[in-house]
C-alpha cells in the first residue's frame, strides 16, 4: 500500500501557486516525490483539487496500484468521496479526479493533518523553481536533481 500525501499552497502577492505529493511505502520509505509549480491566482480549494489530480496521475505513471490519499483539505475529500455530480466550474478536476480509480485496484481518500513534509517541499518549489527538475515518469528512482 503507498500512502499519497499532497497539498497545495498559494502566494497571492507573486501571482504564483505550488502543489506537493509525497509516496511512501507501507515501511514508512518514501518512492516518490512530486513538485510543481503554477502560475495565477487559483482558489485554495482548486489547488488542492490540482495537488490531488498531480499526484493521482503521478502514482499512475509510476505504476502504483493501492493507494491511500491523504489531503489536509476537508472540501476536496468531500467532493471526490460524494457520487453526485459537481457542476461548478472546478468540476472537471473532481470528474477527472474520479476517472483515476480505473488504474487503481485500491485507492481511498481520507483527510489527514499531517503534510508538513509537502509544505517544505511545495514552498521551496515555488520559492526556487529551477533547482527541482523531475526527468521523466522516473525521475524518483534517480532521485531529484539540483543544481
Same mark, same amino acid.
Given at each position: 500500500?503507498?500512502?499519497?500525501?499532497?497539498?497545495?499552497?498559494?502566494?497571492?502577492?507573486?501571482? #504564483?501557486?505550488? /502543489?506537493?505529493? !509525497?509516496?511512501?511505502?507501507?515501511?514508512? +520509505?518514501? !518512492?516518490?516525490?512530486?513538485?510543481? #509549480?503554477?502560475?495565477? $491566482?487559483?482558489?485554495?480549494?482548486?489547488?488542492? &483539487? &490540482?495537488?490531488?489530480?498531480?499526484? *493521482?496521475?503521478?502514482?499512475?505513471? !509510476?505504476? %502504483?496500484?493501492?493507494?491511500?490519499?491523504?489531503?489536509?483539505?476537508?472540501?476536496?475529500?468531500?467532493?471526490?468521496? @460524494?457520487?453526485?455530480?459537481?457542476?461548478?466550474?472546478?468540476?472537471?478536476?473532481? +470528474?477527472? =479526479?474520479?476517472? #483515476?480509480? !480505473? %488504474? $487503481?485496484?485500491?485507492?481511498?481518500?481520507? #483527510?489527514?493533518?499531517?503534510?508538513?513534509? /509537502?509544505?517544505?517541499?511545495?514552498?521551496?518549489? /515555488? *520559492?526556487?523553481?529551477?533547482?527541482?527538475?523531475?526527468?521523466?515518469?522516473?525521475? $524518483?528512482? =534517480?532521485? @531529484?536533481? &539540483? $543544481?
Amino acid at each position: 500500500m503507498i500512502k499519497l500525501n499532497v497539498d497545495g499552497g498559494l502566494d497571492q502577492k507573486n501571482g #504564483l501557486f505550488g /502543489m506537493g505529493a !509525497v509516496c511512501r511505502d507501507d515501511q514508512g +520509505d518514501c !518512492v516518490g516525490i512530486l513538485a510543481t #509549480l503554477g502560475v495565477g $491566482f487559483p482558489s485554495p480549494y482548486s489547488c488542492e &483539487m &490540482m495537488a490531488l489530480r498531480n499526484g *493521482l496521475h503521478f502514482c499512475v505513471q !509510476v505504476g %502504483f496500484t493501492h493507494v491511500e490519499v491523504e489531503c489536509d483539505c476537508q472540501a476536496v475529500v468531500n467532493a471526490i468521496n @460524494l457520487a453526485e455530480e459537481d457542476l461548478s466550474p472546478k468540476g472537471a478536476i473532481v +470528474d477527472e =479526479i474520479r476517472t #483515476l480509480p !480505473v %488504474f $487503481f485496484s485500491l485507492l481511498v481518500c481520507v #483527510l489527514s493533518q499531517e503534510v508538513a513534509i /509537502m509544505h517544505h517541499i511545495m514552498w521551496l518549489n /515555488m *520559492l526556487f523553481p529551477s533547482l527541482f527538475i523531475p526527468i521523466g515518469a522516473e525521475w $524518483f528512482r =534517480i532521485g @531529484l536533481v &539540483m $543544481f
